[in-house]
Structure formats: C-alpha cells, structure tokens
C-alpha cells in the first residue's frame, strides 16, 4: 500500500434537486472525495484537518470512517462544518449545468467557516515514511503543512478558480513548483495561464516542472503531459464511451484518485501509461457520474 494525506477543512455536501428539496447528504470537497476514493482502492489514507461540532461535521466525518480513512488527526471546532450546496437540475443536465454553491440556496447563509486553526504537521507514525499530499486550496497553511514533510510526493487537484485567483504569480510558483503530479481542468486553464504568464499546457509544464500534469476535458477526454528522455510529450486521450449523467459532480475526482493511484505505482510515465491510466480512470468518472453524489461506491 501506498500513503495518502490529505490536509485542510472537512466538507459535507448538501445536494439538491431544482425544486430545492434536499435529496442527499455526504462527505464533499475535491480532495476528500480523492481521499475517499483511495482508501476504497485500498491505500493507507489519512485525514489531517478540522470539522465543526455539528451534525453536519459528525456525517462528513462518518463518512470518511467508514471508508477506511484514519481520523485521528481531525480536530473538532466550536465553528459550523463548511458545507458544499450542489444543485441539480432534472433536465438538459451537462457537465457544467450543476451549481456549486457556498450560499444555501433556501435561506442564502454562507455555509463555509474556514478553520484558522488547522494542525500543520504529520501523524507522528508517518513522519519517516514517503506520503503522497492531497491538496485542493492553497492557503498559506497548506504551504506550511507541506513543507513540514521531508519525504513526500505533491500531488494538486487544481479544479476551481476561487482557491488561487486571490494569490500572486510569486506565491503560485513558491507553491506550484512544489507539486510532482497536477491535475486541472478548463474551467481554470485560462485565469491560471494569465497569472503565471504562459500561453499554452506545454509552457505551464515547463514552469511547473512537474512529473506528470493531466488537463481533463469532460467527454472530449484529457491530455497527459510528462517528460521522456529529457523531452516533453504530449498525448491525447478521448473516451471511447460516453456516459449518461446523473450528477458530475464527483467526475474529476474520480478521474484524480484513479490517476493519481496509477501514478504512485507506475515505474515509468510514457504513452502506454497514459493509454491504460485513462481506460481505468474514465471508467471511474463514468461510475460517478451515473448516480447521485460525489464519491466512489463501495
């Protein structure tokens, strides 16, 4: 087995039809639902984080349990749980036509408390063993916990503006210079281009410098790039089936956790490792996408 971390504000998501009657209730937030689905793939994972004192806290935390991953690191705050509001609308449903909200939608309350008091170092078990951070924000805090780890693989789930478009090139590339394995999607490609002044994947690659970067384009499939014999490829992958969605939610996610679990294996990244990552991490995006909710399926 592999280990996993993940670092940061425990979420519950709160989903909702268009009539906005609440139809379900689970543990959310890009990189939990990562770590979720990697303790269900049966890697060694552990949350490092904080919740609230509330039902909301006590579900997303269950959650996480019941899939296998250490807790021990949670704290518990008097402060509410942060809590994702997902909207699903019952027709013409796209990859981009469900809502994401920090607002409930009834009563419109900011439903996100951020910790100012997250733990920034390891378990104590793990502080000689190589672990793989899981990271969605980029706070200061994040920073702080991954450079308290010697031997650690980064490893960025890069899907929504609002957690990077506030920071300066400088710090983006203190942080992002850091990750050995990227994933980002379209939605944030253009704003990321322009803070860290490149124009195209292959430049951000160079800059970045990581192992592996990996931009997700929903049914048009994703583009892989590494480097091989000192050289930058870049391949193209496309699905060979297309799914009917129930809910997108938790796609890239799926897609992430897949890729990232072939990643920490792979003895080498080249074109037959992003042909058979891509067949395995789809079918997980497919999963996903056919039911309600964010996570993998026991």
């Not at 994703?222 to 969605?245: M, Q, T």
Request: proline share 2%; charged share 25%; hydrophobic share 40%.
């Amino acid at each position: 087995m592999k280990i996993f971390v993940s670092h940061g504000d425990i979420i519950l998501d709160k989903i909702y039809n268009d009539n906005l009657e609440l139809i379900a209730q689970d543990g959310g937030g890009c990189n939990w639902n990562d770590l979720y689905n990697l303790s269900l793939m049966g890697e060694k994972c552990y949350a490092v984080g904080s919740i609230g004192n509330d039902n909301e806290g006590k579900l997303a935390i269950a959650s996480l349990i019941n899939a296998g991953v250490n807790t021990d690191n949670v704290i518990i705050e008097e402060k509410s749980t942060n809590v994702m509001n997902v909207i699903i609308p019952s027709k013409d449903l796209e990859d981009d036509s469900i809502i994401h909200s920090w607002y409930n939608p009834i009563t419109m309350d900011y439903t996100m408390n951020f910790s100012n008091n997250l733990p920034v170092n390891l378990p104590k078990e793990l502080e000689n063993e190589e672990v793989y951070v899981i990271l969605d924000k980029f706070l200061p805090v994040n920073l702080e916990f991954i450079n308290n780890i010697k031997n650690k693989k980064v490893c960025l789930d890069i899907g929504h503006i609002r957690f990077f478009e506030h920071f300066t090139r400088q710090y983006l590339l203190n942080f992002f210079q850091k990750a050995d394995f990227i994933q980002l999607n379209e939605n944030v490609i253009s704003l990321l281009f322009e803070r860290l002044h490149v124009k195209s994947l292959v430049e951000l690659f160079e800059l970045l410098n990581p192992d592996l970067m990996v931009l997700t384009k929903g049914k048009r499939g994703a583009e892989y790039l590494f480097k091989e014999n000192g050289e930058i490829k870049v391949a193209f992958e496309a699905p060979k089936i297309i799914a009917e969605i129930v809910d997108s939610s938790g796609a890239g996610d799926a897609f992430f956790s897949t890729t990232l679990r072939e990643y920490a294996y792979a003895d080498k990244i080249d074109l037959e490792f992003t042909k058979k990552t891509f067949e395995l991490a789809n079918k997980s995006s497919r999963e996903v996408i056919a039911q309600v909710g964010s996570r993998i399926k026991k």
